[in-house]
């Protein structure tokens, strides 16, 4: 939960310089995963990270997604790890499934 | 996230205030749900607001299905907080272990002699009576509430408080006997039998406690397994139900 407040902290500075800022959020989780259903991750414009979704494994595919809902505002749900072996590919490799929600914020 | 729930959001937890941020899925529309009342486009949904109460009260995040729609609720609760009443030799050694197992610790007591940082280092110490403590600091549902000093006037002004307030653990060092004697004083300033059931006297779990060292792993162990056992009595209908 800390870890979730500091998250806050770090994107209310970026926001209050002038950045542009996203939030990806863990919002499910199936089977063994990294991290607990509220963990968070903050993004800027520039890619700079705070938090964690998966505390490694997934968080390159979640800063791309982040980058582009900061340009188009939209949010995103993102599916991670579906089958052991796709959760392989994207790094889940406990072969956990982890669901993630990515806003902008506003 | 609207900057303006961000700023909410820090702003709950410098008060220690349990707050849900309900987040709908498919647009990112918004609710700050409070014990006391809620606000954003989706509090006027009393089934959205009933789920983040229900969230709330076993401290875990979940998404829900309401009405077809997907909402996250993400719950952030303060930490759970350990109030220590006395600042006597057993608390010297129950305020750091305390802190190990992840508790905001404060000490209070109003005589200066024993409220002092070098007795307790790097432990919260207040100088001040319990009542007038715990009016300034708010209890709340993820705070403990231990006595130590063996002193009606210090004590018992913290239990009565403490009773009428929603802290999830009390506690009150003293014999059988002692308990018995302090359940009659209480009851003189209307603290009923039912309500004086919820402080733990003699405090602590039946371990054969002796030194200070082992009456706190006492204190301790009960009050992790009070929080537990109410977490996990919480959590059972809501899953029954969901």
């Known amino acids: 939960m800390s870890d979730a407040l500091e998250v806050l902290d770090q994107v209310g500075k970026w926001k209050a310089g002038g950045k542009g800022v996203a939030i990806a959020t863990v919002i ?25 979704v998966s505390g490694g494994c997934i968080e390159g ?3 791309k997604e982040a980058l582009d809902a900061i340009k188009d ?14 959760a392989w590919d994207v790094g889940l490799a406990c072969g956990g499934k982890v669901q993630v929600f990515v806003e902008k914020v506003n | 996230m609207k900057i303006e729930t961000l700023a909410a959001l820090q702003d709950a937890r410098a008060k220690r205030r349990a707050v849900t941020l309900a987040t709908r899925l498919g647009d990112a529309a918004e609710a700050l749900i409070y014990k006391d009342g809620a606000t954003g486009p989706l509090a006027s949904d009393p089934a959205i607001v009933a789920a983040a109460h229900g ?30 009443v006395g600042a006597v030799h057993i608390a010297q050694t129950l305020a750091p272990m305390a802190a190990m197992l992840e508790f905001d610790v404060t000490v209070v007591d109003p005589r200066g002699a024993w409220a002092t940082s070098q007795r307790f280092p790097g432990v919260k110490v207040i100088q001040d009576w319990a009542d007038e403590a715990f009016q300034a600091m708010g209890l709340d549902v993820s705070t403990a509430v231990v006595t130590l000093t063996h002193d009606p006037k210090l004590d018992d002004p913290a239990l009565e408080s403490a ?9 009150a060092l003293g014999s059988r006997r002692t308990h018995a004697k302090r359940k009659e004083r209480l009851a003189e300033v209307g ?3 039912e309500m004086f059931a919820r402080v733990h006297g003699p405090v602590g779990l039946n371990i054969g406690a002796k030194s200070p060292a082992e ?17 996990e009595a919480l959590s059972a209908p809501k899953v029954a139900a969901a």
């Not at chain 1, 939209?74 to 991670?80: G, I, S």
């Not at chain 2, 009456?215 to 977490?231: P, T």
């Open chain 1, 61 to 63: 595919a979640v800063v």
């Open chain 2, 55 to 84: 969230a709330m009260a076993i401290g875990r995040s979940e998404t829900v299905e309401i009405g077809g729609q997907k909402i996250f609720l993400n719950v952030y609760v303060p930490p759970p907080r350990l109030i220590i």
């Open chain 1, 73 to 86: 505002g939209k949010p995103r749900l993102l599916d991670f790890g579906v089958t052991d072996e796709q």
């Open chain 2, 191 to 193: 603290i009923t039998d």
């Open chain 1, 28 to 52: 499910t989780t199936w089977g063994s995963s990294p991290r607990p259903v509220g963990s968070q991750l903050g993004v800027d414009d520039a890619g700079n990270m705070v938090g964690s």
């Open chain 2, 163 to 171: 009773l009428k307030s929603d802290v999830f653990y009390i506690g």
């Open chain 2, 215 to 231: 009456i706190a792993v006492s204190i301790l162990g009960q009050i992790v397994e009070v929080r537990a056992r109410r977490i």
